[in-house]
């Protein structure tokens, strides 16, 4: 276990902006193919196209602060991390394909 004095030394990482340009570009990307994907539920195509639409808002505060709150970035990557990995909705057959709002489980 950490004492305080080792605890305070520990830094968060932080992204380069490639990193952040890259995070976006791969949440974009993942995206805009679930809206494509004529198999799946146009309620989910919807949703696919709001979450577009937050992208490019992000995009706009990217170019033009060059800076993003950090549950920002955080939502970024759960886009990439649960759209791409392919499996999402898909482990329980006609399960809820939706984000859950409590990701603890």
């Known amino acids: 276990m950490l004492d305080f004095k080792q605890f305070k030394n520990l830094n968060?990482?932080?992204?380069?902006?490639?990193?952040?340009?890259?995070l976006i570009s791969k949440?974009?990307?993942?995206?805009?193919k679930v809206i494509n994907d004529t198999k799946r539920d146009e309620d989910e195509r919807k949703k696919g196209r709001k979450v577009l639409s937050?992208?490019?808002?992000?995009?706009?505060?990217?170019?033009?602060?060059?800076?993003?709150?950090?549950?920002?970035?955080?939502?970024?990557?759960r886009i990439?991390?649960?759209?791409?990995?392919?499996?999402?909705?898909?482990?329980?057959?006609?399960?809820d394909k939706s984000v859950p709002q409590d990701y603890r489980r």
Not at 27 to 32: F, I, L, Q, R
């Open 12 to 22: 968060e990482k932080s992204l380069s902006d490639s990193d952040i340009e890259e």
């Open 27 to 32: 949440s974009k990307d993942s995206v805009e």
């Open 54 to 77: 937050w992208i490019k808002d992000v995009t706009d505060t990217w170019k033009n602060e060059k800076s993003l709150h950090p549950n920002t970035v955080n939502s970024l990557m």
């Open 80 to 95: 990439v991390t649960g759209v791409s990995s392919g499996r999402f909705g898909y482990m329980v057959p006609g399960g």
